[in-house]
C-alpha cells in the first residue's frame, strides 16, 4: 500500500528533539549540539513552554573566548534569543518553505498551545516536498 506524502509540519517533525533549559551552560549547549548534528536548538521552561532559541552561531564565539581565557562559559541565558519564529503542527509544509527561504531559522520549534512538541529543519522541509513531487 502506497504511503501517503506528508502535507503538514506535524507529518515530518521530529518529537524527541534536543532542548535546553536557561540554566544549561553553553559548553553543555555546544556538546549537544554536535551530537545531535543541529544548528540550534529551542530553550524551555520546567514545564516545556518554549521560552527562547539558541543557535551554534550565538555561542560559537562565547565557547572560544572562555576557552581561551580559561573562564566558567555562560549560561544559555546569557545569549539565547527571546525572540523565536515557531511554527504550528498543523501548517502546510509549502506555507512554511516559502517562509524558510532566504535569512530564515534552519530550525523551527513546533509549539502547540504553548509547549514545544517537535522541531522541524530545512532538510525535513526539503526532504517533504520531494517526496510530494514524487507521489
Do not use: W
Not at 502546510?92 to 527561504?101: F, V
Request: glycine share 4%.
Amino acid at each position: 500500500m502506497p504511503t501517503k506524502a506528508p502535507t503538514i509540519v506535524r507529518d515530518i517533525m521530529s518529537r524527541d528533539c534536543y532542548r535546553v533549559t536557561a540554566n544549561t551552560s553553553v559548553t553543555t549547549l555546544a556538546e549537544g549540539l554536535a551530537l545531535h548534528r543541529l544548528p540550534g536548538v529551542p530553550v524551555v521552561d520546567k514545564s516545556d513552554r518554549l521560552i527562547g532559541f539558541i543557535s551554534e552561531q550565538d555561542v560559537m564565539g562565547k565557547v572560544l573566548e572562555s576557552a581561551y581565557l580559561n573562564d566558567e562559559p555562560p549560561l544559555v541565558k546569557d545569549l539565547m534569543r527571546n525572540e523565536v519564529l515557531s511554527v504550528s503542527p498543523n501548517k502546510s509544509i509549502t506555507d512554511l518553505a516559502q517562509e524558510m527561504l532566504g535569512n530564515k531559522p534552519k530550525v523551527y520549534p513546533v509549539v502547540e498551545q504553548e509547549r514545544l512538541v517537535g522541531i522541524v529543519t530545512r532538510r525535513d522541509v526539503l526532504t517533504a516536498i520531494v517526496r510530494m513531487r514524487h507521489k
